[in-house]
C-alpha cells in the first residue's frame, strides 16, 4: 500500500508570467497529486501548473540567517 | 425538428442521462471520500457533468424532445443510462469501480459523434472529461493496491453493465447503423474493443485480475438498443425527486 505524501502546487497564470507556489495537496502517487492540483486550484484559468513532490524540494541553506547554534557543531 | 436519425437521437440520450446520473451520483458521494481533495474532485466532477447534460438536452430539444420529460417529467424506467449507476451498494471504494468506466464509456461513445455542428461542444467536453477520466483511474490504481478484492468483484459486475451501455459486438465497421448513416465515425465493435484495452492495460501490474469479467456483454438479442442495457430495473423514485428538485418545491411557495 502506497503512502500519503505532500506535494506543493506552483502554477502561472499567463506565459512568461513567473511560477509561483500556490499551495499543497496530500495523494498517493504523482499522478494523483496532478489531479488534486487541478481540481483543488480551479479558481483561476491558469496557464501552467505542476506539483512537486515535498521530499523532492532541495532546501538553500546558504546565505539562510541562523537562528541557533549548538555546542556540537 | 429531427435532422439525425432516430437511433442517433436515442444513443445522444443515452449518452446525457448517464451524465445526468453521474452527476447525480458523484454529488451524493462528493462528502463520503477517503480526503479533502477526493471530495473537492467528486464535487467539481458533479458541476461539470450537470453542465454537459444541460449541452446535450439543448441538441435533444432541437432534435425534438421535450423539455419537461428531459428534465426528469418520465418514468425510471425512461432513463437511459449505464445500468450500473441505477444503485451503487458498497462503500467509497465501489462507488468509484462503478462511476469510472460508466464515464469513460459516455465519453467514448461521445467522442464517435462524426458532427461539425458538435465539434465545439465536444471538445470542450473533452478537455473536462481528461481531468475526470484521469483521476478515476489514477484513484483505481491506488484502490487496486488497498482494497484489490472489493475493487475486483465491484469491476466484475460494472464493466459487463457498461459493455452493455456501450454496445454489442456485432455493431462492427460493416453493420453499425450510426456508423452507416455517418453520424459517428468509429463501431461500437472498435469502442468496445478500446474499453476494454484500457482496463486490462491500467489493472496489468495491480493485483486486480479481469480475467472474470465477462466482455462478451450484451448478447445482440437480450440487448435493449434504446436503453442500452440488457434487462429491466432503473434508477428510483427518489433520484428522480431529487433531480427534478421536487424536494426543494416546499421552498419556493
Known sequence: MSD??????????????DTKHVGNVSAKNGRLAKMYAHNTFDEEDWDYMAVVRQGDLLEVEHGSPRTTVTTDE | MSDWPDEAVEYVQAIADTKLVLGHRNAQWSLAGPSLEDDIGGSSAAQEEVGHVRQLFRMLQQ??????????????????????????????????????????????????????????????????????????????????????????????ETLPQTMAFIGPSTYDDDADPLLDAGFTDTSIASIRDSFADHYRELFDDTPVSLDGVDWTVPDPDDWDETRRRVGSGGISDEDIRQLTGEENAMFAR
Do not use: C
Not at chain 2, 67 to 79: A, I, K, S
Open chain 1, 4 to 17: 500519503t505524501e505532500k506535494y506543493e502546487v506552483f502554477a502561472r497564470k499567463n506565459q512568461g508570467d
Open chain 2, 63 to 156: 432534435q425534438g424532445r421535450d423539455d419537461d420529460w428531459l428534465q426528469g417529467d418520465r418514468d425510471p424506467t425512461e432513463f437511459n443510462n449505464v445500468s450500473a449507476l441505477d444503485v451503487i451498494d458498497g462503500e467509497w471504494p465501489e462507488y468509484v469501480a462503478t462511476i469510472a468506466p460508466a464515464d469513460r464509456a459516455a465519453w467514448y461513445l461521445l467522442d464517435a459523434i462524426d458532427r461539425n455542428d458538435m465539434d465545439g461542444m465536444i471538445t470542450k467536453i473533452g478537455e473536462e472529461e481528461y481531468f475526470h477520466l484521469e483521476y478515476h483511474d489514477a484513484r483505481l490504481e491506488t484502490l487496486a493496491e488497498e482494497y484489490p478484492s472489493r475493487i475486483q468483484e465491484t469491476l466484475e
